[in-house]
């Protein structure tokens, strides 16, 4: 099946470099491109792609409010698609709040072609990208800077009472950045038997994926920043 991608970003030298390299791809096809967020929506509405790669900082309208009305349309919009966001920046305060509006990960601009393709497949899957070194990061410094977090936390650590115990011990072994076969390892549970917990937590707490995942760990108190 091919995947069908829009590229969102104010650099028409750029659009022009990924769309060469995606539409190189057998199972991807570029079908539109625009040079803000605004435009970006109005793209996504009409050509429904699978995957929508997103600029974080552009004119008219940002990735950040543009990811939020994608994620989140109006009623009677019905096609919802993923969004990657691209950046320059590793950590980036943007990129925090598109992983929380629903994002599904985030790509910094400078990385090698072959991570770029591979991020759209991964993307389209329905699986989050998270680069858990840089992800984690992320996220931690945010949390510790940005007062709001705590009042975020309260909420979130109510919601954690719904998960039984090894449900919370996968959601924090998720937000430390481990793979499902290091999970799977961990707490020494077949790799089937761990997708199975990651998709009931999904499911109960109502997270779109592993990128929000991670969000509410930190949101709810179960890691902190900073620690081990």
């Given at each position: 099946m091919?995947?069908r991608?829009?590229?969102?970003?104010?650099?028409?030298?750029v659009?022009?470099g990924?769309a060469?390299l995606?539409?190189?791809q057998?199972?991807i096809d570029v079908v539109?491109?625009?040079?803000d967020g605004r435009q970006?929506?109005d793209?996504?509405r009409?050509?429904?792609p699978?995957?929508?790669?997103?600029?974080?900082r552009?004119?008219?309208m940002?990735?950040l409010a543009a990811?939020?009305e994608?994620?989140?349309?109006?009623p009677?919009v019905?096609h919802?698609?993923?969004?990657?966001?691209?950046t320059?920046?590793d950590?980036d305060d943007y990129?925090?709040?598109a992983?929380r509006?629903g994002a599904?990960?985030?790509?910094l601009k400078?990385?090698p072609?072959?991570?770029?393709?591979?991020a759209?497949?991964v993307v389209?899957?329905?699986?989050?990208?998270l680069?858990p070194s840089v992800t984690?990061?992320?996220?931690?410094?945010?949390?510790?800077?940005?007062?709001?977090?705590?009042a975020?936390?309260?909420?979130a650590?109510?919601?954690?009472n719904?998960?039984?115990?090894?449900?919370?011990?996968?959601?924090e072994?998720?937000?430390?950045g481990?793979?499902?076969q290091?999970?799977a390892?961990r707490l020494?549970?077949?790799?089937?038997t761990?997708?199975?917990h990651?998709?009931?937590?999904?499911?109960k707490?109502?997270?779109r994926d592993?990128?929000q995942a991670?969000?509410?760990?930190?949101e709810?108190?179960l890691?902190v920043?900073?620690?081990a």
């Amino acid at each position: 099946m091919t995947i069908r991608v829009i590229i969102v970003d104010d650099q028409a030298m750029v659009r022009a470099g990924f769309a060469a390299l995606l539409a190189a791809q057998a199972d991807i096809d570029v079908v539109g491109e625009a040079p803000d967020g605004r435009q970006g929506i109005d793209v996504s509405r009409r050509v429904h792609p699978d995957v929508v790669l997103m600029d974080v900082r552009m004119p008219e309208m940002d990735g950040l409010a543009a990811a939020r009305e994608l994620l989140d349309p109006p009623p009677g919009v019905v096609h919802v698609p993923r969004v990657l966001m691209l950046t320059t920046f590793d950590v980036d305060d943007y990129v925090y709040e598109a992983l929380r509006a629903g994002a599904s990960g985030f790509l910094l601009k400078d990385a090698p072609p072959a991570d770029l393709i591979a991020a759209v497949r991964v993307v389209a899957a329905g699986d989050a990208l998270l680069a858990p070194s840089v992800t984690r990061r992320l996220i931690a410094d945010f949390a510790r800077q940005q007062p709001s977090a705590a009042a975020a936390r309260g909420g979130a650590a109510l919601r954690l009472n719904g998960l039984t115990p090894r449900e919370t011990e996968v959601l924090e072994l998720i937000a430390r950045g481990l793979s499902n076969q290091e999970i799977a390892g961990r707490l020494v549970l077949a790799e089937q038997t761990v997708k199975t917990h990651i998709g009931r937590v999904l499911a109960k707490l109502s997270l779109r994926d592993r990128a929000q995942a991670v969000i509410f760990a930190y949101e709810a108190g179960l890691v902190v920043p900073g620690s081990a």
